[in-house]
């Protein structure tokens, strides 16, 4: 090939990879695709004497380092693993290229592939940190916890403020059991000065998982002290309800509740402090919202039943056990449910019959409209209770009675 047309071939393919950089940045990966196949194969038209010296080399490098990285941001793994392979045979003495691959093999879940290329990368990786973290997530994601630790050591020996590696370093030593030294990684990070809130939360679960609460508890204040992260606010009330702080509960569930006010966990973790202060109606007025947000929900509207019943809103319970027996006529309340519905038939019908005895009224409108006359007053009985009350003339039943249940 003449010297004149390999300059412009050369002059083609850097013109085509800095396209493919400007299209890459702009997440324009199909496109960036188009420009570096064009490179590829103009490359592929130099001599093979040529193609790996000096410019061409850096050229040919750049142009499988951008084919791996479109084809990845595209999830075309399988096809990023072919240029992966050639960039290893290119560049045998290359630690990018193991890196890359092992990433790709990673995202093709062929771990123990990748697990190869990270030892490899590791020999050639040691100076650059990002390169060692990359390595880590890596040999994370496959379970290997204890070359992800590595990984993070080494990371953090070239630079100790990669918040990313503490906290990768913390979870690999919990995977593999070091709780204790977990947790003295994220309070070295700490004593170096660096604050960021992600580091006290996870000092805080680890705390935690310690059983040391109030240290959880204080280091979690601090983090939500420089941050409005919701899921710190709901960690220090889940916190203080271990605690049994009911009062800390419900101020931070409101604070969280201010934001986010339709979260179901926040929610019954309110409705929850409050029955343990002994406040009744607010405990059913969340779940009464709960009940609105997620109508399905069986397990919130049986308790909301319970609740009613226990305040002795007899209609209001009846309402919610019949709910729950209707959407789950064989579900794990469905037992409870009848017996409490029979039970509040009872109870409801006894006072019908004191009431016709002390209210003549009342007595009048029950013989013409049963079921308005009811409803007036606020009862809620079942149909066939209801039927029984027409063929009883009125007469108050003998104690004991077993009344039908629907």
């Known amino acids: 090939m003449h010297g004149r047309k390999r300059s412009e071939l050369i002059k083609r393919v850097e013109e085509c990879v800095s396209n493919a950089a400007r299209l890459m940045s702009k997440g324009e990966y199909e496109m960036a695709l188009a420009e570096l196949r064009d490179a590829y194969e103009a490359m592929r038209e130099l001599p093979q004497a040529q193609r790996l010296r000096g410019r061409k080399r850096r050229l040919w490098l750049s142009i499988l380092i951008g084919l791996v990285h479109s084809l ?41 592939e990748a697990l190869r290329d990270v030892k490899r990368a590791m020999k050639g990786c040691g100076g650059d940190s990002g390169a060692m973290l990359r390595l880590a997530r890596i040999a994370f994601e496959a379970g290997e916890y204890s070359l992800a630790a590595e990984c993070c050591r080494g990371a953090l020996a070239r630079n100790d403020g990669l918040v990313e590696a503490y906290l990768l370093l913390s979870e690999s030593l919990r995977r593999i059991g ?33 059983g040391e609460l109030k240290k959880a508890v204080d280091m979690l204040e601090s983090a939500a002290a420089e941050s409005d992260d919701d899921s710190i606010t709901i960690a220090l009330a889940e916190l203080h309800m271990e605690l049994g702080n009911y009062a800390k509960v419900i101020e931070y569930c409101r604070k969280a509740l201010s934001r986010i006010p339709d979260e179901p966990l926040l929610l019954d973790i309110l409705a929850f402090a409050h029955l343990q202060l002994g406040n009744l109606d607010e405990a059913i007025q969340i779940l009464a919202r709960l009940v609105h947000i997620a109508p399905t929900d069986t397990f919130t509207r049986f308790r909301l039943a319970t609740l009613y019943h226990q305040k002795g809103a007899y209609a209001n319970a009846m309402r919610e056990y019949q709910h729950v027996l209707a959407m789950e006529p064989n579900g794990i309340f469905a037992e409870s449910a009848k017996a409490a519905i029979q039970q509040l038939d ?27 006359a009811l409803q007036e007053r606020g009862f809620h009985l079942t149909e066939a209770t209801i039927e029984m009350l027409k063929s009883t003339g009125l007469t108050p039943p003998r104690r004991g009675r077993n009344l039908p249940v629907v």
Not at 79 to 90: F, V
Request: proline share 2%.
């Open 72 to 112: 990845s941001a595209l999830h075309r793994y399988d096809e990023a693993l072919t240029y992966t392979d050639i960039a290893c045979a290119s560049f045998r003495r290359s630690s990018l290229c193991n890196l890359l691959r092992a990433q790709v093999l990673a995202s093709l879940k062929r771990y123990k």
């Open 178 to 210: 070091n709780v204790d030294e977990a947790l003295n990684t994220i309070i070295s990070a700490l004593s170096k000065g660096l604050t960021d809130v992600q580091l006290k939360a996870r000092a805080a679960e680890l705390y935690h998982e310690l």
């Open 346 to 372: 009872e109870i409801q019908l006894e006072q019908v019959f004191m009431l016709t005895a002390e209210d003549p009224i009342f007595r009048a409108k029950l013989l013409r409209d049963p079921v308005k």
